[in-house]
């Protein structure tokens, strides 16, 4: 339908063939979607800033260009309670429980983007789909959580709490420090349809070359088809080591955990594009003098004079 649509918009009566040089930017959500049983999709936000060629022809529309991408994508992890079997300093067995609560990290995506558009533009309104190749530059992942642990004797009625010589403690946060990731190479699938408003500006380069400015608000979509996950083997999302001073609790971020191994992500990215397109000079018409064809009273296309030597 795209196809027919694109043919059609490339041969009315009248041929009218325009470049421009257009710079746009985007902003809007962002999702990364999943495989993982039982867990909702990662949300974040998104942002792309590039500068394109276009070309319109009757009203097909062509565009190529690069784009600077970046994508952020938050998870909510969930509760966890995890019991371990200890020996206190008297030797007495207990339970200590770990309860995390409020976990969360965020992924952080870095990319280029080389955009391949077709479409059409009709007076006001216009569509472009087409792929984008996708090239991560940058990729970063951290996380933290609220711990709380407490004791469970046998031979106690009541649970010990907030003793910090014991090591429990209440609503304590630990995080992780940044640690960088790799994105895989990606392509999407983009899509977008919008208006063309640069004429209703009042700005007197506006009123006075309303064509050789033009303007345009488009809602967008682009779709990855690639997995874009590349680490495996991943570490467990909660685990501890014991130190010199006692336990040592972490959570490791989801995208570099064992829960996402083996797992297909995907990323969805929805929102608003605003593009200010710029006409490119026109070339006119030239004569080139040729002297060797004047003698014989050559006459240049569109006159009527000869040089006489």
């Known amino acids: ?17 325009v470049h421009f040089v257009a710079i746009h930017g985007d902003l809007g959500y962002a999702g990364l979607l999943h495989t993982m049983q039982g867990r909702k999709p990662s949300s974040g936000v998104n942002t792309n800033v590039g500068v394109d060629y276009r070309l319109y022809h009757n009203n097909f529309l062509f565009s190529a260009g690069v784009e600077g991408m970046y994508a952020l994508y ?17 030797g007495d ?43 991560n530059m940058y ?13 469970e004797y046998e031979q106690y009625y009541d649970d010990f709490y907030d003793m910090t010589n014991h090591q429990f403690i209440s609503g304590q946060r630990m995080s992780s420090e940044t640690l960088k990731m790799k994105w895989n190479f990606n392509i999407m699938a983009h899509a977008e349809i919008g208006a063309r408003i640069g004429h ?8 006075t070359n309303p064509d050789k400015i033009r303007m345009y608000i488009a809602v967008y979509t682009d779709f990855g088809i690639l997995n874009i996950h590349a680490d495996a083997g991943g570490k467990p999302i909660f685990d501890y080591r014991e130190t010199e001073n006692g336990l040592q609790f972490y959570s490791q ?3 570099m955990s064992n829960l996402a191994d083996n797992e297909i ?35 240049k296309r569109g006159g009527n004079q000869t040089i006489i030597q």
């Open 1 to 17: 339908m795209v196809c027919s649509v694109c043919a059609r918009a490339y041969s009315p009566l009248t041929p009218e063939t």
């Open 74 to 90: 938050a998870n909510k992890m969930d509760k966890l309670d995890v019991e371990l079997p200890m020996i206190d300093t008297e």
């Open 93 to 135: 067995l207990f339970n200590m429980h770990v309860h995390v609560d409020e976990s969360r990290d965020v992924a952080h995506m870095v990319n280029v983007n080389i955009p391949l558009l077709f479409g059409g533009e009709w007076e006001r309104f216009y569509f472009m789909v087409g792929p984008k190749l996708s090239l």
């Open 139 to 151: 990729g970063a992942t951290a996380s933290n959580a609220k711990v709380t642990t407490y004791g």
């Open 200 to 207: 209703m500006f009042k700005h007197k380069q506006f009123r």
């Open 253 to 255: 971020p989801l995208m």
């Open 265 to 299: 992500f995907r990323n969805l990215h929805v929102g608003i594009k605003f593009t200010v397109a710029f006409e490119l000079p026109k070339h006119g018409k030239s004569y080139v003098y040729q002297h060797n064809r004047v003698g014989r009273n050559y006459r």
